[in-house]
């Protein structure tokens, strides 16, 4: 069992992981999806800096203000993610275009304004895709920055030894196991893909509160899961149905 840091940020520890430790049997990656539920996806993830850098001119006068050309982008970019959503019918499926911070100062000569936006990636799109897109989109008069490392999407097998065991712990326990694809990241989006093993993420809590001043855990639900992840653990060490 490892305690990963920093996941949903730069992800330090699963970036340790992936540089020190070779391939396991599983991979069961801790997340909040409610204790009779299987996490088998995520949505891929890239972040980005848009600056608009540009000598003040008259409020009175016609050229658009560094605020106005940042803004200008981001329409785009929703424009663009609208469009290519069309008949993507499922959030997992689609592109979501996130705007998540904005700033804009000038010292009395030139006018900054500056956008941190994340394009949550769907199954299948690339992060250089993403990267072209938004590069495209933005215009000349805006400088494009990634920033950290931009993770495709990852579904993991239904039908696997590891996937087995969580449903039958969790009919153990007296659930109606589900399974479920998440439109966040995880450490899962980087480990899972590198060793191609048997994966899942499985915990609980409401991932809808996760990283909200609301985060909270029902104490009896957690004492489910603990249940549920016992009875896993147990079942993948016997010798079983599982394992064929």
Known sequence: MIGAVGEEAASPGAAHLRAQFARPDYLLVGEPSGWERVTLGYKGSAWFELTVRRAISHSAGEAA??????????????????????GRERTFDQVTPL???MHSENDGLEEIARLQICLRLP???????????????????VTVTARGEALPAYRAAKNTPLVRAALAAIRTAGGQPQFVLKTGTSDLNILGPLWDCPA?????????????PHEHLSLREYARSVSVLRALIEGLATPSSYSR
């Open 65 to 86: 203000a560094a605020p106005e050309q940042a803004a200008a982008a981001w329409q785009r970019l929703q424009a663009w993610a609208r469009e290519f959503n069309t």
């Open 99 to 101: 705007l998540r911070s």
């Open 123 to 141: 199954e299948g799109m690339h992060a250089a895709v993403a990267d072209d897109v938004v590069r495209m989109l933005s215009g000349p008069e």
């Open 200 to 212: 899942a993420a499985y915990g609980p809590g409401d991932s809808a509160l996760d990283h909200t």
